[in-house]
């Protein structure tokens, strides 16, 4: 999985987020845990025009030649901070998939799933990208 810097920075309520390797990747919010749920939105939705556009994403760059960027450093060192963001594109098909779980927490997915209105498929898919999107 692509997993891209991100630049944070800001106060309480107004921060704001870039990502140097994607030239306009941009994205602000009032709370931190905002701005990173926010980052993952705005790689993605800047990858898709791309590569729409017939373009290629640019290779990422790691954490280490970022702080090495003259530009980054100076706002790190006025406090800014770095996240690591996920790049979860979707490939417009399904897939399938034979996966082996304990019988309860097969119930307990499709209780929740039932719950939601969603299928067993559904249900797994979306609890995957959460925690793909919200821990890198």
Not at 10 to 22: H, I, N
Not at 66 to 72: H, I, N, T
Not at 76 to 105: E, F, H, M, T, Y
Request: aromatic share 2%.
């Amino acid at each position: 999985m692509t997993r891209y810097v991100a630049l944070v920075d800001g106060k309480p309520g107004s921060y704001g987020l870039t990502v140097p390797d994607l030239p306009g990747c941009t994205s602000a919010a009032a709370t931190i845990d905002e701005i990173l749920r926010r980052a993952t939105e705005a790689v993605r939705l800047w990858a898709e025009d791309a590569l729409a556009d017939g373009e290629k994403l640019p290779k990422p760059h790691s954490m280490e030649a970022l702080r090495a960027d003259p530009e980054v450093a100076a706002a790190l060192a006025q406090g800014a901070a770095l996240a690591i963001v996920p790049l979860v594109l979707d490939a417009g098909r399904a897939a399938k998939a034979n996966v082996s779980l304990d019988a309860g927490l097969l119930a307990a997915i499709d209780e929740a799933a039932a719950a939601r209105g969603l299928t067993r498929s559904a249900f797994l898919a979306s609890a995957a990208r959460e925690k793909i999107e919200s821990e890198g």
